[in-house]
């Protein structure tokens, strides 16, 4: 697609149950970025894809977040047992490889309520 | 370790006057540093980059920033702002190869344009 496309868009979601977050990078784009952003406050770093791979999952908070790749598609964040702490919107970045001067393009985010 | 640090989380200008937010780094190697805009509810859009070609750094929407390495300094201006600047604006860095090259933002200054 032309940009980066994550579903859904908005979520509401039990205390306890489980959630899965989809993200469609742009084509092409073998580097792939997990972020969680909080109300009020900046963009927090979960998870690095590279292909399928994921060199770089120091930012996810707690054995609940996990998260997966099919090859250099689409990629599904998870978060089991979900606690309200939890609400947050989360965003999926792609971009170029490894050039480090290329940028991130963000989608839209999906916005996760647990009530 | 890379790190970006914004003064001022909230800035307010009157429209046609000068916005400066303020964005400092660290880093142990050369530095690549972004800028992004994020209006209400969407997700985060590019506003320029520097990638050691230039200093100053001409954007979109009449943004621009200077890479000052001595002050360790890539602040974002804006000679007259408008109303539709109002949104927030995260100034980021890009890890090293071990880190997979993933954007490390600063906590995001909100910037208000006053009629």
Redesign the interface.
Known sequence: GAG?SQSPSNKVTEKGKDVELRCDPISGHT?L?W?RQRLG???E?LI?F?GNSA??KSGLPSDRFSAERTGESVSTLTIQRTQQEDSAVY?C?S?L??G??T???????TRLTVV | AQSVTQLGSHVSVSEGALVLLRCNYSSSVPPYLFWYVQYPNQGLQLLLKYTSAATLVKGINGFEAEFKKSETSFHLTKPSAHMSDAAEYFCAVRAGYNQGGKLIFGQGTELSVKP
């Open positions: 980066v580097a970025y972020y406050q900046g963009l770093f690095y590279q060199p770089d965003l970045a971009s490889a490894p480090m001067g940028e991130a393009f963000f989608g839209q985010g």
